[in-house]
Protein backbone atom coordinates (compact mmCIF):
# COMPACT_ATOMS: atom_id res chain seq x y z
CA UNK A 1 0.00 0.00 0.00
CA UNK A 2 1.48 3.52 -0.57
CA UNK A 3 1.76 5.72 2.18
CA UNK A 4 -0.53 9.33 2.10
CA UNK A 5 2.89 10.97 2.25
CA UNK A 6 4.14 9.91 -0.65
CA UNK A 7 0.83 10.46 -2.54
CA UNK A 8 2.05 14.37 -1.58
CA UNK A 9 5.21 14.77 -2.39
CA UNK A 10 6.63 16.46 -5.34
CA UNK A 11 9.45 14.36 -7.72
CA UNK A 12 11.88 16.78 -8.18
CA UNK A 13 12.88 18.10 -11.28
CA UNK A 14 16.25 18.20 -12.51
CA UNK A 15 19.37 17.50 -10.80
CA UNK A 16 19.15 17.93 -6.64
CA UNK A 17 20.46 21.21 -5.62
CA UNK A 18 23.32 19.88 -3.47
CA UNK A 19 24.63 18.64 -6.72
CA UNK A 20 24.04 22.14 -8.38
CA UNK A 21 25.45 23.80 -5.69
CA UNK A 22 28.73 21.44 -6.33
CA UNK A 23 28.65 22.27 -9.49
CA UNK A 24 29.25 25.76 -9.31
CA UNK A 25 31.70 25.64 -6.33
CA UNK A 26 33.00 22.19 -5.63
CA UNK A 27 35.94 23.68 -6.62
CA UNK A 28 36.32 26.43 -4.30
CA UNK A 29 34.71 24.51 -1.02
CA UNK A 30 37.55 22.26 -1.50
CA UNK A 31 40.21 25.04 -1.39
CA UNK A 32 38.92 24.52 2.80
CA UNK A 33 42.04 22.90 4.34
CA UNK A 34 40.04 21.06 7.05
CA UNK A 35 35.96 20.50 8.12
CA UNK A 36 35.44 23.94 9.77
CA UNK A 37 37.25 25.76 6.70
CA UNK A 38 35.37 23.91 3.97
CA UNK A 39 32.06 24.58 6.06
CA UNK A 40 32.73 28.58 5.90
CA UNK A 41 33.48 28.15 1.90
CA UNK A 42 29.70 26.07 1.26
CA UNK A 43 28.41 28.68 3.66
CA UNK A 44 29.89 31.29 0.85
CA UNK A 45 29.15 29.34 -1.58
CA UNK A 46 25.17 29.42 -0.27
CA UNK A 47 24.90 33.37 -0.34
CA UNK A 48 26.13 33.52 -3.31
CA UNK A 49 23.88 30.93 -4.74
CA UNK A 50 20.56 33.06 -3.03
CA UNK A 51 22.37 36.21 -3.81
CA UNK A 52 22.03 34.78 -7.76
CA UNK A 53 18.58 33.53 -7.59
CA UNK A 54 17.71 37.19 -6.38
CA UNK A 55 15.48 39.19 -9.44
CA UNK A 56 18.51 41.41 -10.65
CA UNK A 57 17.59 44.29 -9.48
CA UNK A 58 17.99 42.93 -5.92
CA UNK A 59 21.33 41.55 -6.55
CA UNK A 60 23.27 44.57 -6.11
CA UNK A 61 22.18 45.70 -2.93
CA UNK A 62 22.23 42.29 -1.50
CA UNK A 63 25.88 41.92 -2.65
CA UNK A 64 26.85 45.22 -0.52
CA UNK A 65 24.93 43.76 2.50
CA UNK A 66 27.23 40.41 1.66
CA UNK A 67 30.74 42.76 1.63
CA UNK A 68 29.48 44.61 4.94
CA UNK A 69 28.39 42.09 6.87
CA UNK A 70 31.81 39.49 5.66
CA UNK A 71 33.83 42.91 6.83
CA UNK A 72 31.96 43.05 10.25
CA UNK A 73 32.48 39.19 10.34
CA UNK A 74 36.15 39.02 9.75
CA UNK A 75 37.50 42.13 11.31
CA UNK A 76 41.09 40.91 11.23
CA UNK A 77 40.63 40.61 7.49
CA UNK A 78 42.35 43.00 5.57
CA UNK A 79 40.25 45.44 2.85
CA UNK A 80 42.04 43.36 -0.03
CA UNK A 81 41.29 39.83 2.01
CA UNK A 82 37.08 41.14 1.79
CA UNK A 83 37.65 42.73 -1.68
CA UNK A 84 38.97 39.22 -2.94
CA UNK A 85 35.90 37.25 -0.61
CA UNK A 86 33.52 39.70 -2.70
CA UNK A 87 35.05 38.87 -6.59
CA UNK A 88 34.70 35.01 -5.49
CA UNK A 89 31.00 35.46 -4.37
CA UNK A 90 30.58 37.41 -7.93
CA UNK A 91 32.34 34.32 -9.72
CA UNK A 92 29.94 32.30 -8.22
CA UNK A 93 26.88 34.11 -8.84
CA UNK A 94 28.30 34.40 -12.27
CA UNK A 95 28.86 30.29 -12.68
CA UNK A 96 25.39 29.52 -11.29
CA UNK A 97 23.59 31.95 -13.58
CA UNK A 98 25.51 30.65 -16.64
CA UNK A 99 25.30 26.79 -15.60
CA UNK A 100 21.85 26.86 -13.82
CA UNK A 101 19.88 30.21 -15.10
CA UNK A 102 16.46 28.71 -14.34
CA UNK A 103 16.91 27.56 -11.02
CA UNK A 104 15.23 29.72 -8.41
CA UNK A 105 15.67 27.75 -5.48
CA UNK A 106 16.89 29.28 -2.36
CA UNK A 107 18.79 27.22 0.02
CA UNK A 108 18.17 27.71 3.53
CA UNK A 109 20.60 25.27 5.39
CA UNK A 110 24.21 23.60 4.09
CA UNK A 111 26.15 21.18 5.79
CA UNK A 112 29.55 19.45 5.07
CA UNK A 113 30.01 15.74 6.34
CA UNK A 114 32.86 13.74 5.72
CA UNK A 115 31.84 10.54 5.15
CA UNK A 116 34.41 7.75 5.12
CA UNK A 117 36.99 9.36 3.11
CA UNK A 118 34.96 11.67 0.89
CA UNK A 119 32.93 15.10 1.77
CA UNK A 120 29.54 15.10 1.38
CA UNK A 121 27.38 18.44 1.18
CA UNK A 122 23.22 18.30 2.09
CA UNK A 123 21.47 21.07 1.30
CA UNK A 124 17.75 22.25 2.88
CA UNK A 125 16.45 24.50 0.17
CA UNK A 126 12.52 26.28 -0.79
CA UNK A 127 11.96 26.49 -4.05
CA UNK A 128 10.98 30.33 -5.36
CA UNK A 129 7.86 30.79 -7.54
Not at 46 to 51: C, F, G, K, P
Not at 88 to 96: E, G, M, S
Request: glycine share 4%.
Amino acid sequence: MISILNLFRKKPKGPKVSKMLLDIAGEYIAMGDDQADKQEYLNGAVSAWNIACLESSKRTKALKEYHMNYRQLNPSHTKRDCNDALEHIQLLIKRKNELYPEARIQIAHAKIETRGDQDHVTVASVRLR
